[in-house]
């Protein structure tokens, strides 16, 4: 694979340095600077709360107290991690984790296996979708009100430590017990990858982790090898990860010496550019971004350099707006911070991160959003004229935080009604679709892809009822005015979730795209040539 050949200019290792109380001490002494007035008034308040205060205090653990408050006061995006946390948080973007290879739900509070993750300790004893998890390790679990963290803690732990699952299976009137030896699982950020059009590749990534660029690299290859030439890369909802794989992917569409990004921060070390090298496979497909409101990071990296480049068209909503650089440090005592020490910008200069002043304001910024319509209307949308700026091509763009598409498709609220909010808050979709399947699972399974599994199931009207009479008996009664004005949108959507239960994800997306408004604004955009490259003038 061409691991780390896409970008010619990388962010350089910086070496950590040490931050408060004892770690500031000892980097004094070690270069024989004198302690600052404000490092001595540390020390002393240190000092008094030790020796003067009315109570034994533990200063291991009021630092561990004080540590997260004291970054948040520095900008929103430096964190203090404990040690007990840090596994875990590093985990999802590291490409695995050691656990017992399963998806599961908590299913009337039961945890529900929805997938047994093929090669992986679960699938090699036995276990199978479907199954309830009655008990771990001889303690019972179910209708215990657990939550999704605590089951994970339950399920995940070191290599080849065992655990003991007792199992609920339709087929069995007994509890069915499992030993499975935990392994490495693998953690995967491309959750479909499909051809939704004949010549159209849609890909959809859900974070930039440490595996994501191979992930992505062989999801492009194979939509080539099946006649994809133009591609649809969704990013909606993913939050960014590591910048260096966001770098690798869009440099596959990008020509030799294109701009991708450039860091600013208060040193040499954090102020550098990155360039494409002219190595990516796919710089003459036509490419179109989805954003939406929660795309941030390295989502927004990827799309700005799209977008710069005039290399392809972006569509959905204006991005999250996070363009801080973090560094992670450990500490000695295996808790870690992510401290901020830089800005990312967009080829054309534009600092993608919005203002954060007033964080309590950039924390409802979201809500604010809704609240002022820019959700639902473009003309609600406040570009900031005063920060405008060139793409190679002279379009204009804006910056002030975040990345506004090309072409706006506002939140698709057809369909919402009081009944669907319901239904959805109660979780009865999931919950409808995973019985559904668990009663036809042996014929569902056999589907090759997402048309032969809906051959297989009722017609419309059928189906409907069926979850309305489901609905009924989970307490939420039937609104026939409110349920037929919700219909299409509940149809696809229980479609959709049996589909993932049966068959996998790119079953879901396959048929969930059909009737999502970016997707198919996409598909019409590369159609009529506004992918073609140079690209039209923006109109704002």
């Not at 901020?340 to 600092?351: E, W």
């Amino acid at each position: 694979m061409n691991s780390l050949k896409k970008a010619s200019v990388w962010l350089p290792v910086i070496v950590a340095v040490s931050f408060v109380a004892g770690f500031l001490t000892s980097s004094l002494l070690r270069s024989g600077s004198s302690p600052s007035a404000t490092q001595k008034k540390f020390q002393t308040v240190m000092n008094l709360i030790k020796n003067d205060y009315v109570d034994e205090v533990d200063l291991d653990s009021l630092l561990e107290r004080t540590l997260p408050s004291l970054l948040t006061n520095l900008d929103p995006h430096s964190a203090y991690i404990p040690a007990s946390d840090l596994q875990a948080v590093n985990d999802d973007l590291d490409g695995s984790f050691c656990g017992v290879g399963i998806q599961f739900m908590l299913n009337n509070d039961t945890i529900s296996i929805i997938e047994v993750i093929p090669g992986g300790p679960s699938e090699k004893v036995g276990l199978k979708a479907g199954d309830r998890i009655i008990k771990v390790d001889g303690e019972n679990v179910a209708g215990t009100g657990l939550t999704n963290e605590q089951v994970l803690k339950m399920l995940r732990g070191d290599r080849d430590s065992k655990v003991v699952l007792g199992i609920k299976r339709q087929n069995s009137k007994k509890t069915l017990s499992f030993e499975v030896t935990r392994g490495d699982i693998p953690v995967t950020s491309v959750d479909a990858a499909y051809i939704i059009e004949p010549g159209k590749g849609y890909i959809k990534v859900n974070k930039f982790g440490r595996t994501t660029y191979e992930e992505f690299w062989q999801a492009l290859n194979n939509l080539r090898q099946e006649g994809a030439e133009d591609f649809i890369i969704d990013l909606r909802g993913n939050t960014g990860g590591y910048m260096e794989i966001a770098f690798q992917m869009v440099n596959e569409f990008l020509h030799k010496g294109e701009l991708i990004v450039s860091t600013k921060g208060r040193d040499f070390y954090t102020t550098s550019t990155v360039v494409a090298d002219g190595t990516g496979a796919f710089g003459d497909a036509r490419v179109a971004v989805l954003l939406d409101e929660y795309s941030a990071s390295a989502s927004e990296i990827f799309a700005g350099a799209i977008q710069d480049n005039d290399r392809g068209i972006v569509i959905g909503r204006r991005s999250f707006g996070k363009g801080l650089i973090q560094r992670q440090t450990v500490l000695p005592d295996s808790s870690a911070i992510r401290l901020t020490v830089g800005r990312y910008y967009t080829p054309s200069g534009r600092c993608i991160q919005k203002d954060y002043s007033n964080l309590s304001a950039y924390e409802h910024d979201i809500l604010d959003r809704y609240t002022r319509g820019e959700m639902f209307s473009e003309d609600s949308v406040k570009l900031n004229k005063e920060l405008a700026f060139k793409t190679m091509n002279g379009r204009t763009v804006y910056g002030g935080g975040g990345i506004m598409p090309d072409i706006f498709v506002p939140n698709d609220t057809s369909g919402i009604t009081s009944y669907y909010i319901n239904v959805a808050n109660a979780g009865l979709l999931q919950k409808f679709a995973f019985d559904y399947v668990d009663e036809h699972r042996d014929a569902l399974s056999k589907a090759k892809d997402a048309d032969a599994l809906l051959s297989m199931l009722p017609d419309d009207d059928t189906l409907l009822r069926q979850f309305v009479g489901y609905c009924v008996n989970n307490g939420i009664a039937a609104r026939w005015y409110y349920i037929n004005i919700s219909h299409d949108l509940i149809v696809n959507q229980l479609k959709a979730l049996i589909a993932r239960d049966a068959i996998g994800y790119n079953a879901f997306f396959s048929i969930a795209n059909r009737i999502d408004t970016n997707v198919l604004r996409a598909i019409e955009e590369i159609d009529k040539g506004s992918a073609d490259f140079p690209l039209p003038p923006l109109k704002r």
